[in-house]
């Protein structure tokens, strides 16, 4: 039987894979949706008339860019925490200890962080593609 180190350790690597997994459907759906509506002449005009076409824009990319803040968010945190790891060799003082540490620490243990972010993009997504949806349909406002 596993210890709980082990079993803590192979739960940390599947929410890790998954966690990727998801962010990056989520980057590639605002991404891809614009590039479709952009890169089709129908689609792209009715948006456009719609009057909603930078709205679905900003949507798209702020959803996309809350994903990508999210990852180089916790890369840094990541990256100081591996810094400060004293299984990594003698970490330095100013690694260890620093407001920029514990922050890392508190952060990396923060899940509801992780879900604010994912919540803001699925919930701009949404709105986008109902816009959309409205646009296409001929009853934005």
């Known amino acids: 039987m596993p210890d709980d180190s082990q079993a803590k350790s192979d739960h940390y690597d599947i929410y890790s894979g998954i966690s990727n997994n998801v962010r990056g459907w989520l980057i590639a759906y605002g991404v891809g949706f614009l590039v479709i509506l952009l890169s089709q002449g129908y689609l792209r ?17 702020g959803g996309a860019s809350s994903q990508l803040i999210a990852a180089l968010l916790y890369k840094w945190t990541i990256g100081k ?10 970490p330095s003082k100013r690694h260890r200890g620093s407001r920029f540490h514990e922050f890392s620490s508190k952060l990396f243990d923060a899940l509801w962080v992780e879900i604010v972010f994912d919540v803001v993009t ?9 816009r959309t949806f409205q646009a296409l349909a001929g009853t934005s406002a």
């Open 45 to 61: 005009d009715t948006v456009i008339r719609s009057e909603c076409g930078t709205t679905i824009a900003i949507l798209l990319l």
């Open 81 to 90: 925490l591996y810094l400060a790891d004293p299984k990594r060799g003698e």
């Open 122 to 130: 699925v919930i701009a997504y949404v709105v986008a593609t109902y």
